[in-house]
């Protein structure tokens, strides 16, 4: 296995009713460069550079189930907030997996996230929907329309995956189960031209009222999205990101409008416009 220098954007999952299967790749990146070292040494630089890399951290877990041992140098520079619903876990377990020179890193990251819709948008880029089955992952690319645009508001506070998943219900009722399965396959279709898109698709019963407990702010977010034109809003992943759906003509008026609404809200949360992301995981130099 030769070592790398590689780039992954991170993503945002679900997109509302398309718990742990739907997801679109979004152009903020973490590159990821190995090399041979006597013993394991890690520069985080970015957004995970508040990160302390030690024995139990994902990272290191990751180096050893790769290598079997821990002799090499990481260097890890990312834009991807962390536990805020960008995919910061998914982007940095496939960028050390091809890093390192693995053959799969798509099949070592799925093995490493509870779910695959992150990696999968993260190592294709564009959109995807995506399962684990007994047999394997089944992953299948979905059209995105190019004018399709996202308006993220980031809020300072995380919620780590880990956390908001423990805020799910056991079960779900029939009706709330048919309610999320009619919205994720009409959006699944709907991506593809943005004129199809209506605020009902990007509708869930499944997990966000739960984690709203968490982060209640996020219940005035989404209003803010819609109010602002949003053809859709959600949580982006687990949180605590909330992104608003719109298409190149409205995203400068969009970002504006929620740009005020913070402003008065006294929320102050920095709001960012993404285009998606269509390159996935690449290359950038090998040894
Ligand atoms: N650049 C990075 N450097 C070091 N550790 C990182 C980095 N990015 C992610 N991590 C690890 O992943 C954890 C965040 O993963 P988590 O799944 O909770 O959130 P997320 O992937 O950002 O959000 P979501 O899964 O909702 O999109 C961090 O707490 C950290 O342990
Ligand atoms: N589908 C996952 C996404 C986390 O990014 C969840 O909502 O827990």
Redesign the pocket.
């Known amino acids: 296995m030769g070592f790398k220098s590689v780039r992954v954007p991170g993503s945002s999952?679900n997109l509302g009713p398309g718990f742990d299967t739907l997801a679109l790749a979004v152009p903020l990146f973490?590159t990821a460069k190995a090399y041979q070292a006597d013993s394991f040494e890690v520069e985080?630089h970015g957004?995970?550079s508040s990160?302390t890399?030690v024995g139990n951290?994902?990272?290191h877990q990751l180096v050893i189930e790769v290598l079997g041992h821990d002799r090499v140098g990481l260097i890890?520079d990312?834009e991807?907030p962390?536990?805020?619903?960008?995919?910061?876990?998914?982007?940095?377990t496939l960028g050390v997996a091809a890093a390192l020179g693995h053959p799969d890193p798509l099949g070592v990251a799925l093995d490493f996230e509870s779910h695959p819709e992150?990696v999968a948008a993260s190592y294709y880029g564009g959109g995807v929907a995506a399962l684990v089955a007994s047999s394997g992952p089944v992953i299948r690319r979905i059209a995105v329309d190019p004018l399709l645009r996202l308006v993220v508001i980031i809020p300072p506070d995380r919620l780590?995956?880990?956390a908001?998943r423990r805020l799910l219900p056991k079960t779900v009722s029939f009706g709330d189960a048919v309610f999320n399965l009619s919205r994720a396959a009409l959006l699944a279709v709907s991506l593809g031209h943005v004129e199809d898109l209506v605020p009902e698709l990007f509708e869930d019963q499944l997990h966000q009222e739960a984690r709203a407990a968490a982060f209640p702010e996020s219940r005035q977010l989404l209003a803010m999205l819609l109010e602002a034109g949003c053809l859709g809003a959600s949580w982006?992943?687990?949180?605590t990101i909330c992104v608003g759906f719109t298409d190149v003509d409205g995203v400068e008026r969009v970002h504006q409008r929620v740009e005020e609404a913070m402003d008065s809200s006294g929320l102050g949360y920095g709001v960012r416009s993404l285009a998606v992301d269509l390159e996935g995981l690449i290359t950038l130099g090998e040894k």
């Open positions: 999952a973490l985080l957004e995970g990160e890399v951290h994902l990272i890890i990312s991807i962390l536990a805020r619903g960008l995919g910061s876990s998914a982007a940095v992150n780590t995956t880990e908001a982006s992943g687990a949180g």
